[in-house]
């Protein structure tokens, strides 16, 4: 542990993930095998490719039986070979992947890990704190920093705080290339809200977050201990958005006049805003395929009932 220590204020000092960042390793070209000793023991090994972004890439091998590891060796690349740590991330990452890494690092709190998903053209808008140009990817671990001073000071987890944020409630869903994540957020002691955050070619590139107006926020008052811990994402499916599409204002409008239907609980206004390959998915209430538009109507005359 005190080598290891030692290893990563080197790596941070030489352009390495941060001391404190979970993001600290990638592994790829992963390879597995057990085989059996000469004396009719069996014992287990795994290979492959590390890359520490920032810093250095090589590869190692573990070996290990049932009572644990009994050995680890590794050896970086040589010059000429090691361009890979450059990337950022250091390997090409799924939307999903890139998301998940991202709200990780925002349940932590720790920036330097929600930093390392975000895309160049990043921004990130919290309406009421933020200006309405948002944060960039640039000035995001300093406005992070002092966000956290100021949530500390307010009552919520103290800037040292591993416990930083839960979410709940989140959908996932894949649209022409990008993929979307909505949820709800819990900063214990502080605040919560709604966010939006969507991810394009293994990078986010925006998130939204608006607080819950006063008399509607009760969950900051649940003490962290008594929160439920974060949930997984519901997976939606993929909607196909054709080449002739648009969006824009007259789209924005017709959302708006579909959300006010069912703020009015109005099947046939709701209805009537929507295309012939709708499909609707409420996590537990409609199958896994959704409900359709000639089904919409009849679906939630049941729902309502």
Known sequence: ?????????????????????????????????????????????????????GFGTGVYHVIGDNMGVLAENAVAFGAGLECMHALAPAVALSNDEALDGYIAGWNVGNPSDIRAYQAANYAFHFHGVTASAGIDAD??????????????????????????????????????GYTLETG????????????????????????????????????????????????????????????????GDAAMERLQRYLSAWGLGDASAIHTEVTPSYRFFFAGFTPTDGVSTSGFEAFFGGMRQ
């Not at 390495?16 to 085989?35: K, N, W, Y």
């Not at 307010?154 to 800037?159: D, F, H, R, Y």
């Open 139 to 176: 000035g995001f671990v300093d406005f992070f920093t002092n966000f956290r001073k100021t949530v500390a000071a307010a009552g919520g987890p103290a800037t040292d705080s591993k416990d930083f944020m839960r979410t709940y409630g989140a959908v996932r869903q894949n649209v022409s």
């Open 1 to 53: 542990e005190a080598f290891f220590g030692g290893m990563r204020q080197s790596i941070a000092a030489a352009g390495g993930p941060a001391v404190d960042s979970t993001d600290f390793m990638q592994l790829q070209g992963e390879m597995s095998r057990t085989l059996t000793g000469t004396e009719g023991g069996s014992f287990s090994i795994k290979s492959g490719t590390f890359v520490v972004r």
């Open 184 to 247: 709800a957020f819990v900063v214990p002691g502080f605040g919560s809200g709604t966010y939006h955050a969507y991810a394009r070619d293994g990078l986010v590139e925006l998130e939204e977050a608006v607080a819950f107006a006063a008399g509607v926020e009760c969950l900051s008052s649940v003490p962290a201990e008594s929160l439920p811990v974060s949930g997984t994402p519901h997976q939606a499916p993929v909607v196909d958005v054709g080449s002739n599409t648009t969006g």
